[in-house]
């Protein structure tokens, strides 16, 4: 847990740390990262810093914090003296504590507990006789010795246990600690175990992901109306609302969950489903709901007071820390059946300095609630793995022979049907209600459009795979019916219109000329775009087929554990280069964006030319993170992290 030589401050401790010991320090308090410290000595100022020990120190239960309390009093103790080595132990990894064997307090924790930590004073300049002490308490009311001794030892008046202090009249430590019977602090009442009972199942996290899968499929065909400045409307999304065949507040809730995610987002005048929407709805279930729940624990706007109003607005839409608040509220759920007034009961014992994490701790249940995490007050299995388990979460299998195909062509459906299912479902029906389990009814105009591009017979195969009953007869007939009709056929096709000197390339890639620099390509849009700026064509995008940008989103402070492990590696091997650099390529805004968001995908290490303050600096680096146009890595050649414009980079280069 410490070095073999004492440390003499902060900074030495955190020098002497492993990269593993510092990784736990920065997963702990993830606000040091923000912006990430140029060295070790940074970090150390910031771990230091006031705001961000009082930050700290909101996740520490009551346990953790009476311990704090006792080295706020002491000063410095070994962790034995304590008697709590695991709680020592992990106030040292967080940085509140320094030192070891002996361990001391950083000042600002010690600041935070007031001039008279544990409710005691300072010590005496003579040690009192413990038989006079006690002889001298049972002369004085009993809920004034209470007060003086457990709670405050500032007295206004004299009496046999205070001393004179300027103009306070203080009980000593040593006279207090005489009474308290050498305890520091008062024995601890946690809260009433609540009744146990067997985890709820499962099978309501599928309602989120078969909720987004819908909307998507519907965004796929109509976009809905937006207005980057104010929003979705609330009106339009009440029409889509009855069209769809769903409560509002359901429509609501996926809009945001599927926007968090950046599955929808802005194109124009309209929100339609961004790049990452296809590769979700091709994702298994697991993976979904994944995508899912991992940015709505980020997002600092809760889940069920988002108005459809503020979609586009999100960045003043968020309330400061909320995703703070509600990974602590998971952290410390309790296990068993649990009332609100209990719930925020406990978030209180457990994190006592978070009044509003128990403020918030009953909208945070009615989350869990639409998510399918808790049901009826009772816990499933999932919510237990929340926050730091998700990856452990695992999905019931989606149902097979799910579907009741019924005679007046309605079809009854889970929630949790397979994609493909899902997809031809939804190609050859209408939905007509939404609940545990859905509604459908076979449209024939649907039907026929749907055979426009489906064999008919895998149609009636794929149905009569899926359904528990046969399929009737009547179903039968109106496929072969709608197989009959002519379709008009219609390509999906990107139009390119290239200049003379791009065409020979466009050519190369094997898009078809249709016309004198006019090409097509049946390729998706953005698949399209981004072969062409591979081959080097500077693209603009129409608007008529794009899609959605996804949003900017008011998040918590979390940052790509690999980055973190970059950094967390230079700040232990604090190397530094002395190369001279190749020559280097001129960039553009468009270009330097996708170069240095590749380094950081890849972890490659580049040359980078940039000016700052007027003049020209050329830096190895390997870079963390691109966020906001800014570019952070550690730069070799200076030894420290920078943090770089992009519109100030001027020229990049591979390194060696």
Not at 323 to 347: D, F, K, S, Y
Not at 566 to 586: I, M, S, W
């Given at each position: 847990m410490a070095s073999a030589r004492a440390p003499r401050s902060l900074a030495d401790d955190l020098r002497a740390r492993s990269a593993g010991q510092l990784r736990r320090l920065l997963s702990s308090r993830p606000d040091l990262l923000h912006p990430?410290?140029?060295d070790v000595s940074e970090l150390a100022r910031r771990a230091a810093d006031d705001a961000s020990v009082l930050e700290a120190m909101q996740s520490l239960t009551t346990a953790d914090l009476r311990v704090l309390e006792v080295f706020a009093c002491v000063h410095e103790a070994t962790a034995e003296q304590v008697g709590e080595p695991e709680i020592v132990e992990e106030l040292w990894s967080r940085g509140l504590l320094w030192g070891g064997p002996t361990f001391r307090i950083v000042r600002a924790?010690?600041?935070a507990f007031g001039p008279y930590p544990c409710g005691l004073g300072p010590a005496g300049h003579t040690q009192p006789d413990p038989e006079a002490v006690r002889q001298a308490a049972l002369d004085m009311d009993p809920d004034r010795?209470?007060?003086?001794?457990?709670?405050?030892?500032?007295?206004?008046?004299a009496n046999p246990l205070t001393i004179t202090r300027g103009e306070q009249h203080i009980v000593p430590r040593e006279v207090a600690l005489i009474l308290r019977e050498g305890r520091y602090l008062p024995p601890d009442t946690p809260p009433e175990p609540l009744p146990q009972v067997d985890p709820?199942?499962?099978?309501?996290?599928?309602?989120?992901?078969?909720?987004?899968r819908y909307l998507l499929s519907e965004l796929a065909k109509v976009p809905a109306p937006w207005n980057p400045a104010r929003g979705v409307g609330r009106r339009a999304l009440t029409e889509r609302a009855v069209t769809m065949g769903v409560p509002y507040d359901d429509l609501v809730c996926w809009l945001e969950l599927a926007a968090v995610a950046g599955l929808v987002g802005g194109a124009d005048s309209e929100v339609r489903p961004t790049s990452a929407a296809r590769a979700w709805l091709a994702a298994a279930p697991a993976q979904m709901w994944r995508l899912l729940i991992e940015p709505w624990l980020d997002s600092d706007r809760p889940l069920l007071r988002c108005r459809p109003d503020e979609l586009g607005a999100v960045t003043t839409a968020g309330q400061a820390r909320t995703a703070l608040h509600r990974r602590n509220v998971l952290q410390a759920w309790p296990a068993g059946r649990i009332t609100t007034e209990a719930l925020r009961a406990h978030i209180t014992w457990q994190r006592p300095r978070m009044a509003d994490a128990a403020a918030q701790s009953p909208e945070f249940a009615a989350e869990l609630e639409r998510l399918g995490l808790l049901v009826?007050?009772?816990p499933t299995q999932a919510l237990g793995l929340l926050p730091d388990g998700i990856d452990q979460v695992r999905l019931p299998e989606a149902a097979q022979q799910a579907l009741i195909v019924q005679p007046d062509l309605t079809v009854i459906a889970p929630l949790n049907l397979d994609s493909a299912t899902w997809a031809l479902l939804h190609d050859i029906s209408r939905l007509e209600s939404w609940g545990p389990v859905t509604m459908h009814r076979i449209d024939p105009a649907l039907l026929r459009s749907a055979i426009g591009t489906r064999d008919p017979q895998q149609v009636l195969a794929d149905l009569a795979a899926a359904s528990r009953t046969p399929l009737p007869q009547s179903l039968e007939y109106l496929v072969r019916d709608a197989a009959r009709v002519q379709p008009v056929r219609i390509w999906a096709a990107s139009l390119v219109r290239a200049t003379a000197d791009d065409a020979p390339t466009l050519r190369d890639l094997g898009l078809q000329e249709i016309a004198d620099g006019t090409f097509a390509s049946e390729e998706p849009l953005d698949v399209l775009r981004e072969r062409l700026q591979a081959a080097g064509v500077s693209v603009e995008t129409s608007n008529a087929a794009q899609p959605g940008t996804p949003l900017e989103y008011p998040r918590s402070t979390s940052h790509d554990p690999a980055a973190v492990d970059r950094l967390v590696a230079r700040l232990v091997g604090d190397e530094q280069v002395t190369e001279e650099p190749p020559p280097l390529h001129p960039v553009d805004p468009v270009t330097v964006a996708a170069r240095c968001q590749q380094a950081v995908a890849q972890a490659q290490a580049l040359w980078v030319e940039f000016h700052d303050g007027g003049a020209t600096l050329t830096h190895l680096v390997e870079p963390f993170e691109l966020r906001a146009g800014m570019l952070s890595g550690w730069s070799l050649s200076a030894g420290r992290t920078i943090t770089v414009a992009l519109s100030r980079i001027a020229a990049l280069g591979d390194a060696a």
């Amino acid at each position: 847990m410490a070095s073999a030589r004492a440390p003499r401050s902060l900074a030495d401790d955190l020098r002497a740390r492993s990269a593993g010991q510092l990784r736990r320090l920065l997963s702990s308090r993830p606000d040091l990262l923000h912006p990430w410290p140029a060295d070790v000595s940074e970090l150390a100022r910031r771990a230091a810093d006031d705001a961000s020990v009082l930050e700290a120190m909101q996740s520490l239960t009551t346990a953790d914090l009476r311990v704090l309390e006792v080295f706020a009093c002491v000063h410095e103790a070994t962790a034995e003296q304590v008697g709590e080595p695991e709680i020592v132990e992990e106030l040292w990894s967080r940085g509140l504590l320094w030192g070891g064997p002996t361990f001391r307090i950083v000042r600002a924790a010690q600041q935070a507990f007031g001039p008279y930590p544990c409710g005691l004073g300072p010590a005496g300049h003579t040690q009192p006789d413990p038989e006079a002490v006690r002889q001298a308490a049972l002369d004085m009311d009993p809920d004034r010795l209470r007060y003086l001794i457990w709670e405050s030892p500032v007295s206004t008046a004299a009496n046999p246990l205070t001393i004179t202090r300027g103009e306070q009249h203080i009980v000593p430590r040593e006279v207090a600690l005489i009474l308290r019977e050498g305890r520091y602090l008062p024995p601890d009442t946690p809260p009433e175990p609540l009744p146990q009972v067997d985890p709820a199942p499962a099978e309501g996290m599928w309602a989120p992901l078969a909720g987004v899968r819908y909307l998507l499929s519907e965004l796929a065909k109509v976009p809905a109306p937006w207005n980057p400045a104010r929003g979705v409307g609330r009106r339009a999304l009440t029409e889509r609302a009855v069209t769809m065949g769903v409560p509002y507040d359901d429509l609501v809730c996926w809009l945001e969950l599927a926007a968090v995610a950046g599955l929808v987002g802005g194109a124009d005048s309209e929100v339609r489903p961004t790049s990452a929407a296809r590769a979700w709805l091709a994702a298994a279930p697991a993976q979904m709901w994944r995508l899912l729940i991992e940015p709505w624990l980020d997002s600092d706007r809760p889940l069920l007071r988002c108005r459809p109003d503020e979609l586009g607005a999100v960045t003043t839409a968020g309330q400061a820390r909320t995703a703070l608040h509600r990974r602590n509220v998971l952290q410390a759920w309790p296990a068993g059946r649990i009332t609100t007034e209990a719930l925020r009961a406990h978030i209180t014992w457990q994190r006592p300095r978070m009044a509003d994490a128990a403020a918030q701790s009953p909208e945070f249940a009615a989350e869990l609630e639409r998510l399918g995490l808790l049901v009826g007050a009772v816990p499933t299995q999932a919510l237990g793995l929340l926050p730091d388990g998700i990856d452990q979460v695992r999905l019931p299998e989606a149902a097979q022979q799910a579907l009741i195909v019924q005679p007046d062509l309605t079809v009854i459906a889970p929630l949790n049907l397979d994609s493909a299912t899902w997809a031809l479902l939804h190609d050859i029906s209408r939905l007509e209600s939404w609940g545990p389990v859905t509604m459908h009814r076979i449209d024939p105009a649907l039907l026929r459009s749907a055979i426009g591009t489906r064999d008919p017979q895998q149609v009636l195969a794929d149905l009569a795979a899926a359904s528990r009953t046969p399929l009737p007869q009547s179903l039968e007939y109106l496929v072969r019916d709608a197989a009959r009709v002519q379709p008009v056929r219609i390509w999906a096709a990107s139009l390119v219109r290239a200049t003379a000197d791009d065409a020979p390339t466009l050519r190369d890639l094997g898009l078809q000329e249709i016309a004198d620099g006019t090409f097509a390509s049946e390729e998706p849009l953005d698949v399209l775009r981004e072969r062409l700026q591979a081959a080097g064509v500077s693209v603009e995008t129409s608007n008529a087929a794009q899609p959605g940008t996804p949003l900017e989103y008011p998040r918590s402070t979390s940052h790509d554990p690999a980055a973190v492990d970059r950094l967390v590696a230079r700040l232990v091997g604090d190397e530094q280069v002395t190369e001279e650099p190749p020559p280097l390529h001129p960039v553009d805004p468009v270009t330097v964006a996708a170069r240095c968001q590749q380094a950081v995908a890849q972890a490659q290490a580049l040359w980078v030319e940039f000016h700052d303050g007027g003049a020209t600096l050329t830096h190895l680096v390997e870079p963390f993170e691109l966020r906001a146009g800014m570019l952070s890595g550690w730069s070799l050649s200076a030894g420290r992290t920078i943090t770089v414009a992009l519109s100030r980079i001027a020229a990049l280069g591979d390194a060696a």
